[in-house]
Every structure is written in C-alpha cells, then in structure tokens.
C-alpha cells in the first residue's frame, strides 16, 4: 500500500508556488521565465527518482520510467493564469511527483511504473490546452506559427525560442506507452463543498459549443424615431439573452450551463438606438444529445428574435467540442480508494471546466479526481483548497494509481 | 405679402454646403476652418442686407436691423455633426437669411425686422447647444474652461483662440431686443413622410432624461459554476432592458421613447460570467408628469430585477432636461400660413429632437417648424429633403414672421 508523504507533499506544493509567487497565489505566465524555471525544476525532481526526464518541443515536460511495462501517466499543468492561484493545474503536477516518489519509496510498488507530466499552456495564454493537443496530434505546424500571447502579442515561435525550445521535437502520445492517465485537480466551482464532500469523481468532462450572434437592425436617432418603427438591434440582442434563460431549462440536462459573456452595442451611444449587436454565447454539457438539443432550442429562439424583433440575425457555431469521456474502470478505482479514505465523502460528477484529459483521453483511458475549491474560487490569487483535503486528494489518487498497475484494470 | 425667392433660396443652401463638402453632404465641425469660413461667409451676408452682424465670443453670429422696434429672431445652427447631412442646422440659418433677404426687398414688409441668427455648437463638439445655452445665460465659464472636443480631445478654449474668438465677449439674450425666435429644421425623423403631410408644426421640443445603470453581480467559470447559483450582471442588464420594453406602454405617453443605447458586460469574456453591466438608458418626453411616470416606473423595474437576479443595481439619473414649450401663438401662425400654402398638408407634432429653440425659449417666446426628412434619415451624409419640401417651409416661415411682427401676436 502506498503511503503518501503529506508533509513532503504539502511542503513540495508551497515550494513550487515560489515560482512566480503573487500574494497568496502565482503569476506563472506560460514560457515565461518562472514557468521555464518550474519546468527545469521538475526534470531535476523526476531525475532524482531515476526517471527518463525530457522537456519536449512545446514545454510539456515527462518523466518516463526506466521499464519495459507501460507506464501510467499522472499530472496536469504546470502554468497559472495571469496573477492567479497557486493550485490550478500545479497541484495535479506535484501529485503526480508526489505519487512517482512514494511508488519509489514502497517495496511493493516499486515495479508499478509511475510517469509524472506536466503540460504546457492549457490556461490559454497562447493556445488553450497547447501542450495536450500537441501530445495528442491535435496542434499542426501552422497553428503553432500563427499563434500570438493573448494579452503581450508576443508570437508563440518567439517565445519558444527564448524559452530554449526551438528545435527540440515535440513529444506524441504512444498507447503502448502508457496504461493511461490521470489527473487531479481543483474543482473551481462550489459543488462538492455545497454538498460536503471532499473528492469528486469525475465521469466526464463537458465539452464547449461556442456561438456568435450578430445582430443587424437599424441604426437612428433616439429622440426622433418612433418606437413603433424601430429595429433596436441592442434589445433584439437583450430579448435573446432572456428568452435562452427562460426557455433552456425546458430542454436541458441536469448540470447543463449557458452563458452570454459578451454583449457589444453599436454604436453605444446614448442618444442613437443601436444599429448592430454581437453577442458570445457559450453552452457547456457532457452529453452530445443534450448539446444538441440545446443548439436546436437556441436556432428556435434566434429565429422567434427575428421575427419579433425585424432585425437580421445570424447565428454561427465558432466551436465544437467533444466531451471527454473518463475511463469506467479508472473512475471506479478512484472511486473505491476515496470510499477507502473518506468512506460517503465522494460522489460522481461531470467537469464543467476544460481539462488537459479530455484530450489526452482521444489517446488513451484517462481518469480524472477533483478536490474542493474553497468558495468554489478560481482564476484568482485568493484560490485554496484545505490543506487536509489535499492530503486526501493525492491519498486517493495513489491508491488508485496501485490498483490501476497492479490489477492491470 | 412676402414671397421668397425659391432659386435664391436652393442655391444660396447648395453654397452654403460647399463649406466642408462631403460626399452630398458636409462636414463642418464646430470652430474648424470650414465653420469659422461659413459664420464669416454669414456676416458679409447680413451686412449686405444692411443689418448691424456681429460674432459673439462662442462662435454665434447674430444679424441685428437697425431699427428701435422688437425684430424676430430666426435661425438654427451653423455647423454640422461630423460627415453628416448638409440641411440639419444649415436650413434654418439660410431661411434665416432668405427671410431676411425677402422682407428688404418687399415694400410692406421692410419695416418688420428680421434678425437672422446663427448658433454654435448645437452638434456638441464640446457642449451640446453650447452657443444657445452660452446666450439663454445657462453656461459658465469653469464649464467652458472645463470642455474638451469629444472626438479629437482639443480644449474649447484652445479652439476658440484658433478660430479667433478670444476676447470677444459673449450675447446674452434681451428679451427687450426681439418679439421672439423662430427656428425651422429638418424633422429628422419619418413621422410626416409616414403621415404624407409636409409641415411640422412643433408644440414643443421633448426633454431628455438620462440614466446610469450600474449592476454588481459575481463574476465567476462559465464551466464549473451551477445555473442556480449565478449572480449573472449581464442577464440581469438584458433583464432589465426587455422588462422596460414589455411594461412602459402601460405608462407611456403616445409620442414617449426610450432607448437602452449602451450596455457592457465586464469582463466581456466567452467563458466568464459577467460580474459588472453597465446600462446607458434615456427616456424623452414633452410632459414632465409622463416622463415622471416613466421614472417612477424605470425604478419599480430595477428593483424587480435585483429581486430576480440577485446582484446588486444601482440607478443614476445623470441628466434631467426640460421640455421646451412652444408659444401658442406663434404655432396658430406657423399653421395658418401653412394651411394657406398646402392645405391640410400640416399636423402639430412634438420634437423628439433636442433643438436651440428649447434654451431660447427660457428668455423669448418660440416658435419651430419641421420640414419632411426622406426616409427619416439624419445625421449622415445622404439626409436630404425635397427641394419642394424646402422652398414650401421657407414661405411658411416668412408668412408666419410677417403674421408674428404685424399683428404683434
């Protein structure tokens, strides 16, 4: 059995945050010098456990067993968001160290192959998930080279280069590597801890349909144009925000979530009724058929607008994703150790945010393990997690790591 | 009887919009070079007509006769919105001047005096109304030092000393000087195309009241944050403008209009939940009991939609105008001549418009007549009216002056 080392882990934890440290959470940027620092500090760490440790052409960094027997593959990412919390993605990674050296440390896990990971850029800076559509083939030569930071400008290729990548080969997933993977992370949302439980077994995770509204009405004066003849693209863009909320609950799936995080008001003057409207609508499910009962209800709606409102509306999907499904038999051996460690204390759940597992699952069997986010806070420095909870996290995900290997499941 | 001259009239317009021509319309932003030339251009006129032209110390140019009797001051504004229509402003100053020109040459009218007059600033470059607030005594000069040009950010006082202004002092209404103040402009709107009539006759210039509405929710992952428990500000912004457009015919008046022309959702990202809207809207009214109501009603509303969305609103009146009334007298003799020249082709209507008329107003007694827009369309490049349309207004005003200084109504 293996026996996690909380003091080595949670001291390991704080020690990473130093990287980038920004009150009580981190400002680790992707390629930047604090990320490139962490990354070169992790391939010391997996060396030291006489891992295979290489950092591949776009920063994810792997730590392979030195064996012929597949390997399963643990972590998540190593960066932060900007100026944001200290275990989002990071805690995934040290878990994984964490795991890699308790196996290495316990006589009857010693032949269970433990390889860390951590990926490069899921939080988007460049590219969302980069490192984990790179593993899985996703990511071609000509997006890499279109690529810009999102909030610097700076081309990708430039900062690969000053990161010391250029030139180094990008590393692909190979099934006969590896049993699987398995992440860990942070809930960032207040489910578990608004029903008192502390590990959550993730089933799947959701995939995003992305949408683009443009409204055309007719842009005219506010003061000399009767209501009754005005085409306000703003309030056809308002009733369609209203009509999705009034009207999606009828069709949706239990943990289904819409939002309209973008609402743009031509010209967006107080005296002139606007004349042109873009709204960003996003759906999240982990089922397809949901998904697409939803895009059929917001055709529905976007067509009722038009109607009642005379103004020209076109609806274009900018994104498809496909949900990411978590192996059967991963998630019951996550399930069996937390029901070991904190017996009722766990329960099934979807992931409504973005994973690098999701990818990584088109490759091989993947599970995934969330811990409660304190206040359901993240993408903010004030992000926590309990520190027995962390404890916990990393208890379960070892267990469930031995059973994997062991039992071949 | 004065009977204007209709080829005079059309082609001294055509002249007038050679300054700062753009495309069939013009661009004549207050105290440009093309502005200053046409205010100039304005006083050799008057002066040609032997009345006593002077520029005020905000741009105004004023055409006094040289009589002791109380004159009629007629006019609008002289400059344009940027790339705009080459009548709005422009065609009442030239009626201004044409009127003029008629009574000089017609025998039994050359002692009715007629002083044309020109505003500045009315498009709100730096103030909107400026020069007819600066003449009514309702501008500062902390307000003066203080404006700024809202497009290009020059000071006022910067632009008044390069248009060669500095030190000349302001005019200040003397309701001793003038019977009271005409002013004729092009409807801006579609109500009598939409009606097939050809004369407006205003009964008063609607006021504008104005509001800064400002929602706090909680910003919060599109992903992992439950329907249930979102405190979405965005929602709650489209909430509350498609709660005001169901439920404000039920207190309206029959000419109200009220326009949500900006609304921003902070931090405007796809997978956020907006956790800061803020809502520009106006309501316009000619009575302050019904814009009264719409206020009363406007805060009903927004206490209903932080009962339903949770989030905290908070509601700013940021501007409360008055309705400028017509004088009673003067609408009878826009409407008498303009029952003479087409009869039952006139209909009495408010002005959703903001217009000098409504500052003069305070001071003298006033008077306003529309003239058709095609196609409702101001404020760009393509306003246009008919060329019949503007010769029949131009008679209708000077046969209502003649009826207003004759019979001293």
Known sequence: MPKINADRLLSTLRQFAEFGRYKTGV???????????????????????GLDAHIDGVGNVFGYPRTSRRSLLIGSHAESQNHAGWLDGAMGVIYGLEVARTFAETNDCQDLPIA????????????????SRSYVGDLDDAELDAAINAYTGQPLREALRKAGLSGTPRTFADP?????????HIEQGDYLESIGKRIGVVTSIVAIWQYRVVISGIQNHAGTTRMAIRRDAGLAA?????LIDDRFPEICGERSVWTT??????????????????VLFQIRDEDEAVLQRMHDRLEQLVEETRMASGCEISLERIAKGQPGRMDAAFQSAIERAAQQHCPGGHVKMPS??????????????????????????????????????????????ADAAEDILRNDL
Chains 1, 2 share one sequence.
């Open 116 to 131: 860390p990971v951590a990926w490069a850029d899921e939080e988007s800076h460049f590219i969302a998930l980069l490192g």
């Open 27 to 49: 400002h680790r940027p992707t390629y930047g010098e604090d990320d490139m620092a962490s990354r070169h500090w992790l391939i010391q760490q997996y060396k030291m456990l």
């Open 261 to 278: 995080g973008r609402m743009t008001l031509e010209p967006g003057a107080p005296s002139i009724i606007p004349g042109r409207a873009e």
């Open 352 to 397: 409504g945010a973005s994973h690098d597992a999701q990818l990584v699952a088109r490759k091989m069997r993947a599970g995934m393990l969330f811990v409660p986010s304190i206040g359901g806070i993240s993408h903010h420095w004030t992000e926590n997690t309990e520190d027995d909870d962390l404890v916990l996290g990393c208890q379960v995900l």
């Open 238 to 242: 308002a009733r369609l925000a209203v």
């Open 176 to 184: 006969t590597r590896h049993v699987g993977y398995v992440e860990a």
